[in-house]
């Protein structure tokens, strides 16, 4: 059975920092590509960063772009989200998901809530 389970959200100041981890369990890690997701109240879910299997192929969403880092440790089968320079509009549930395909997500977490107050 496939389990991704995020942790370190929480609720921080504007201009402060998070990073969120995501261990997943019962599948081969580094066979998969790994992503970043968010959703904000009364907002679809967006895109946020994702990593290849190798680690080097880094992907952004703009809103994010130089304030977020992803990474992982294939040895610790968890992928990372370093998150900088928050800002309120970052408030979100974070998701972590896990695919075989670049940008095909089959497995997903259940969510870690990030909170940034002003």
């Known amino acids: 059975q496939v389990q991704l389970v995020e942790s370190g959200g929480g609720l921080v100041q504007a201009g402060g920092s998070l990073r969120l981890s995501c261990v997943a369990s019962?599948?081969?890690?580094?066979?998969?590509?790994l992503g970043w997701f968010r959703q904000a109240p009364g907002k679809e879910r967006e895109f946020v960063s994702r990593?290849?299997?190798?680690?080097?192929?880094?992907y952004y969403a703009g809103s994010v772009n130089g304030r977020f880092a992803i990474s992982r440790d294939n040895a610790k089968n968890t992928v990372y989200l370093q998150m900088n320079s928050l800002k309120p509009e970052d408030t979100a549930v974070y998701y972590c998901?896990?695919?075989?395909?670049?940008?095909?997500?089959?497995?997903w977490g259940q969510g870690t809530q990030v909170t940034v107050s002003s």
């Open positions: 990593i290849n299997w190798s680690g080097i192929g880094l």
């Open positions: 019962g599948l081969t890690f580094s066979s998969y590509a």
């Open positions: 998901a896990a695919g075989k395909v670049l940008d095909s997500y089959d497995y």
